[in-house]
């Protein structure tokens, strides 16, 4: 009792559900999967575990700077950007075909004939999330190495929000083109392959670091090292291997703070392209 009188903010740190924030860097759309997810947490940490979905990368990042959720699984273009204070730490990465990295796939229907990022100018092209690495940043490097923007380069642009939705948007010909997540891509390509094969890849860009699980500063530590190693444990039991053959993914390893660092160059390269707009083009 004494104990407890004393430490408030501790006993009420372990009262509250553990909130775990989810965008479209995963499929989100397999319901019962995250219900499988959510129970294997809980019993693992000892905690009652919350999935919070979210559409966009910047609203996962807003409940996390708002202190509304405590780990959240974001993508690489968001984790460097830069935040004074800081408000998230690397927790994990996940490990896809051998390694914690992924890559752009810039896409188009299977039909097309384009068979070059330069063939879709002047086309509609979809976007995954001005926060995505793969969906927005990546394409984005592409343009300005020709000193164009999205304005200028393409005919009309869109974000989906999903990146799932883009290539679907492709694969019905809503838009001539788009960027999106080599992981979700072929995660699509396992499960639906339907969809995929209606579009083809044109172009795949270097591997980046893949996108990372985050925890929220201020976090109480005994949560933090609970959940890091119930993901990075994922692979030594039965259940947990399944869980991780559902997402096509090897496990969860500890990475440094360098794997994001082809990332963070072509985030700078971009702020600096973008410093010559006022407005910024992408806002």
Not at 248 to 262: I, T, V
Request: charged letters at 25%; glycine letters at 6%.
């Amino acid at each position: 009792m004494l104990l407890a009188c004393c430490s408030p903010g501790i006993a009420a740190d372990h009262e509250r559900p553990v909130r775990f924030g989810l965008t479209a860097v995963v499929v989100t759309e397999n319901l019962r999967f995250l219900d499988q997810w959510d129970l294997y947490l809980e019993e693992k940490t000892g905690r009652q575990v919350e999935f919070v979905l979210r559409r966009s990368y910047r609203e996962i990042m807003d409940l996390l700077d708002s202190g509304i959720i405590d780990f959240a699984w974001i993508c690489g273009f968001p984790y460097v950007q830069p935040r004074t204070p800081e408000s998230i730490q690397l927790l994990t990465v996940p490990v896809y075909r051998g390694a914690p990295r992924y890559h752009s796939y810039i896409i188009v229907p299977h039909g097309s004939e384009d068979r070059g990022f330069r063939d879709l100018q002047g086309k509609i092209f979809a976007f995954s999330d001005p926060d995505s690495n793969s969906g927005f940043l990546y394409p984005l490097s592409l343009m300005i190495k020709q000193n164009e923007n999205p304005e200028t380069y393409f005919r009309q642009t869109f974000f989906t929000f999903n990146h799932a939705e883009t290539v679907q948007a492709v694969a019905e010909q809503f838009a001539d083109g788009g960027a999106v997540d080599s992981y979700i891509w072929e995660y699509l390509a396992a499960f639906s392959p339907e969809v995929t094969e209606k579009t083809r890849i044109i172009k795949k860009s270097p591997s980046f670091g893949f996108p990372p699980i985050v925890a929220r500063v201020g976090v109480n530590p005994d949560t933090i090292r609970q959940m890091k190693e119930t993901l990075q444990n994922m692979d030594l039991d039965d259940t947990g291997r399944s869980l991780l053959g559902q997402l096509k993914l090897d496990g969860f390893e500890p990475q440094a703070d360098s794997l994001f660092n082809e990332i963070r160059a072509i985030a700078t390269d971009v702020r600096h392209y973008q410093s010559r707009f006022s407005p910024p083009f992408n806002d």
